[in-house]
């Protein structure tokens, strides 16, 4: 039904534009609604339409939706095509519906996953499915948690991932703990893929039109320019380490749970418009639970297990073997059974 506003050019995670405006969180106005994907959680979970499509390279599908209280999946790497999006971070990025419930969010994929002739890496893939999205019994299911990592997040967002744990395990789900190493190199690995992917895509628009770019997506911009070929090289070799302890840690679980962002939506400060922001303490606490999924193409999805004490939206991360996007929506659906929603604080009911 149209174009939504988004963080400039996908480079951040708080919404905030210099040349639209900010995009703001319907839980809270004054809040940030995450990115890069504002505008579809926004207006998902105020109300407009029950679908958007996020694109993420780094947790900008999953974000949004959990500061806003939506659902959203980041299918494998290659499930849904590409074609038509902007052409930014082509080694990490997705595109993937953002939807009011854990249903709508299948719809949307399975009308939007499968080969796509005009999209070379969405070729080999085995057939979308969605069986057994109604099968609400996870008897056996073995869930992996890493402590250090689940518990690196705001007391608020642990205790509600805590508790939705809790839930998936008195429904039969086996937990298990599991071991993530790399994790502070992984941050670095996909901060640099990002940047320097994303540098090259801007080479003739920044040429053109340095100065036309928000404060902070200048700096950074600057900053991935000052990037080496070598340091690409050597950020894409450890990737493959990465990818390998994820691997690993899915060969003894099905699930990798986690929060979905280290805290929840945070205000939007009054200057950011004129000045610009970079804080990337905050950036690096919003996106920590996110990276991992896009540096290694495993499939990912956020889903709405609570509030924190200002009635802000927490959300929980699942994360699957490849091509696993059906057993991530079965679960999804059943943690909507045992989360009671709130409605966001500004919201309208077009669809009745």
């Known amino acids: 039904i149209g174009k939504t506003n988004m ?3 996908g480079l951040g995670v708080t919404g905030v534009n210099p040349h639209h405006g900010a995009c703001r969180n319907p839980y ?5 609604p995450g990115g890069s994907s504002s505008g579809p959680a926004a207006a998902v979970a105020y109300g407009l339409c029950p679908l958007g499509v ?10 949004p939706a959990s500061f806003c209280g939506v659902v959203g999946l980041k299918a494998t790497f290659g499930r849904l095509s590409e074609h038509g999006a902007a052409p930014l971070c082509w080694s990490l990025a997705h595109v993937g519906p953002i939807a009011a419930t ?24 085995p057939p979308p499915t969605l069986a057994g999205l109604d099968q609400l019994d996870l008897q056996g299911l073995k869930l992996g948690i890493y402590p250090p990592w689940f518990e690196h997040a705001d007391a608020p967002v642990v ?26 190199i992984a941050r670095t690995v996909h901060l640099i893929t990002i940047v320097s992917e994303m540098a090259t895509a801007h080479l003739r628009h920044y040429a053109e039109h340095r100065r036309a770019y928000g404060h902070d997506t200048r700096l950074n911009l600057v900053l991935a320019r000052r990037l080496a070929a070598t340091d690409y090289d050597h950020a894409q070799r450890l990737r493959a380490r990465i990818w390998c302890h994820f691997a690993r840690a899915l060969e003894q679980v099905e699930l990798i749970v986690s929060p979905a962002t280290g805290c929840t939506a945070p205000p939007i400060p009054a200057d950011v418009l004129r000045t610009g922001e970079s804080n990337l303490p905050l950036t690096t606490k919003i996106m920590r639970f996110a990276q991992p999924a896009n540096l290694t193409g495993l499939p990912a999805i956020s889903v709405p297990v609570g509030y924190d004490p200002d009635g802000l939206p927490i959300g929980l991360q699942l994360m699957a073997r490849p091509w696993q996007e059906a057993l991530l929506l079965r679960v999804a659906r059943f943690t909507e059974t045992r989360c009671r929603r709130q409605p966001p604080r500004v919201s309208c009911e077009l669809l009745g």
Request: proline residues 7%; contains cysteine; negative net charge.
């Open 28 to 32: 809270d106005p004054a809040r940030a």
């Open 7 to 9: 963080h400039e050019i």
């Open 54 to 63: 996020g694109a993420a390279g780094g947790g900008s599908i999953r974000i």
């Open 159 to 184: 205790a509600a991932c805590r508790r939705m744990l809790d839930e998936l395990v008195q429904a039969g789900a086996e937990l298990h703990e599991i071991d993530l190493p790399d994790l502070d």
């Open 102 to 125: 854990a249903a709508d969010a299948a719809l949307g994929y399975l009308l939007m996953a499968g080969p796509d002739p005009r999209d070379p890496n969405s070729l080999h893939q």
